[in-house]
């Protein structure tokens, strides 16, 4: 059931996941589609997250959005420094803007980055740690992992949990996506694009997610089916209505390793799995093994917290595993 209504503000609107977003070339949203935008989210009783660009939005643009309660997303660059200061989630685009972004524990952060940089400079994240409610780490460069990049990341997991145990002992409590998501779920809470979000991009059509738009291909040249498969595609218009073909497959209940999997805090990235599988539905091998990672590391730091005293709300223990890619045990979840 669609909760979410993520809108576009402009071609050169932030990216806030996975994906890339190479337009340079700023398209506003007309004022018509903005409108009618709201107006979908208002019929439907959907949320609105509104993804801006780095530049101030004209004030009829502001007036429009405001005439509704929204989430704002923008990055660590906005212009618009007002906006940026009551902004919902403000976005790091690389580690440039890690020493420049005045934390605060009212807002939520991501950090989008390659895992080579991550390996290099992820002590650098103890001050962010230590500052802020949230913290969100994205891989921008998933799909690139290799049994080495593994090694590495679990090292990286482990010295991080050790000082997110220290702020915990000292009484904070940040939530960091890559170690305490796992601690405090209990069910599947993934990305879920086409399924509880949908995207309404510049050019007022629908599509599962901002990567979906900037994907397209414009070229009409021929291609692979791995170029396909990477293609971006609508899902609607404003004007047509939402037309989600199979809207199924984006259902957890019809992934079926997911949905027998307690890797609960994997972003189960819609786009990601079709790039990489070519099925909406399934994972890779790189996705699986890095949120098995996370989902243990999060079962060690959850057990190390616990031994300084109750800090944390009672649930159920994570049990230990002997695998990182359900598909190894794919016999016990079919």
Known sequence: MLQYLVILLDDTSTSFCHYDNSHIKSKL????????????AMKENLMIQFVYPDYKLPQEYKDVINTIDHSVIVSALCEDSELKD??????????????KVNFTTDTSYVLRTTKSDL???YQSLTHALGNVRRLNIVFTDVES?????????????????EEIEKLYVEGKSP????LTDRMM??????????????????????YVCPAFYHAQQADGSEHSIGDVCKKGYSIGSLKSGLEIKNPQL???????LCRNCDAFQCKRCIWLNRKTTYEVCTPSHEQCVLAHLERNAGRLLLNNIRKHGS????????????????????????
């Not at 992992?145 to 949990?161: G, P």
């Not at 779920?185 to 059509?205: H, S, V």
């Not at 223990?317 to 794919?330: A, T």
């Open 29 to 40: 949203i007309s004022l018509e589609d903005l409108k009618a935008g709201i107006f979908y």
């Open 250 to 256: 984006y259902h957890l209940d019809h992934a079926k």
């Open 185 to 206: 779920l209990d069910k599947m809470n993934n990305c879920n694009a086409g399924w509880e979000n949908i995207t309404l991009a510049p050019d007022g059509k629908f």
């Open 86 to 99: 009551k902004a919902d989630v403000v976005v790091m685009n690389g580690w440039d803007s890690l020493g």
């Open 145 to 161: 992992f290799t049994e080495e990049d593994f090694d590495k990341y679990k090292n990286v997991l482990s010295s991080l949990s």
């Open 311 to 334: 800090f944390l709300p009672e649930k159920d223990e994570i049990k230990e595993i002997d695998y990182l890619d359900p598909f190894e045990k794919k016999e016990e979840y079919e």
């Open 175 to 178: 939530q960091l996506n890559l």
């Open 119 to 121: 390996f290099d400079k």
